[in-house]
């Protein structure tokens, strides 16, 4: 396997494994959005690592995997209590 589909297939590996374990209180069908959830997360990563690089005149950001993490870290704060319907996750 080529070393950069190593670097995505080990970040989904990781961010699944932190996604099961936090979503293991909620109920079935918001648990089931995990592996979507990280799919989605890490395409948009990767689409947007490739097409917005840093020019001259916007040099100042560069997206990147604490980017990604924040991201995850901010879905992970969603309370079981109060989340019960896959519907609700995805809004």
Known sequence: ??????????LIYC???IMNWSFRDF????????GSIVD?????YGRISSDL??????CHYVFNLRDLSKC???????DSRTLRDANHMLR
């Open 1 to 10: 396997m080529h070393g950069t589909n190593m670097k995505i297939v080990n």
């Open 15 to 17: 961010l699944q494994s």
């Open 27 to 34: 109920t079935e069908p918001v648990a089931e959005l995990s």
């Open 40 to 44: 989605a997360a890490v395409a948009i």
């Open 53 to 58: 690089l840093p020019t001259p005149t916007k």
């Open 72 to 78: 995850i870290q901010g879905i992970l704060q969603a």
